[in-house]
């Protein structure tokens, strides 16, 4: 069931902006109604001010009027089983449960994949506050 979303992730990873690290990634999520949602990095030229696959993703999600995230496939071509980076595991962490899978490919597919709180055990939980 993780290849559409690692085939959206690769497609999406294709259309990034990477000028300035030349590093391409891509990220899809599944939301809760099943629909899949895709981003890759967008760099600017005032690093640190670009966005990130996982972050773009979840954007495109939250315009579609959802906020859960049911699993995640990140892929990059360089790195194979490129995990997300600490900010995107809280970010990812804030729209998911525990029990969200994040799949790590690479140029072929899924090769490992990690419930969110194994990617991120000590997440901020966000509930306590709002």
């Known amino acids: 069931m993780a290849r559409d979303l690692f085939e959206a992730a690769r497609d999406a990873m294709a259309k990034c902006h990477a000028p300035y690290s030349k590093f391409p990634v891509g990220a899809a ?10 981003g890759a990095n967008i760099e ?4 640190p001010e670009g966005w990130c696959a996982e972050t773009t993703a979840i954007s495109h999600m939250i315009m579609a009027g959802h ?10 071509e360089k790195l194979d089983l490129c995990s997300p980076c ?28 990690l419930r969110m ?3 991120l055990p000590y997440a901020f939980e966000t509930e306590v506050i709002g």
């Open 29 to 38: 999520l599944r939301a809760d109604d099943g629909s899949i949602h895709a």
């Open 86 to 113: 600490g900010g995107c595991r809280q970010r990812l962490a804030e729209f998911s449960d525990p029990g969200t899978l994040v799949h790590l490919c690479d140029a072929e597919g899924v090769k490992k994949t």
């Open 67 to 76: 906020r859960k995230i049911r699993e995640v496939a990140v892929i990059a």
């Open 117 to 119: 709180d194994e990617l």
């Open 44 to 47: 600017v030229i005032s690093f």
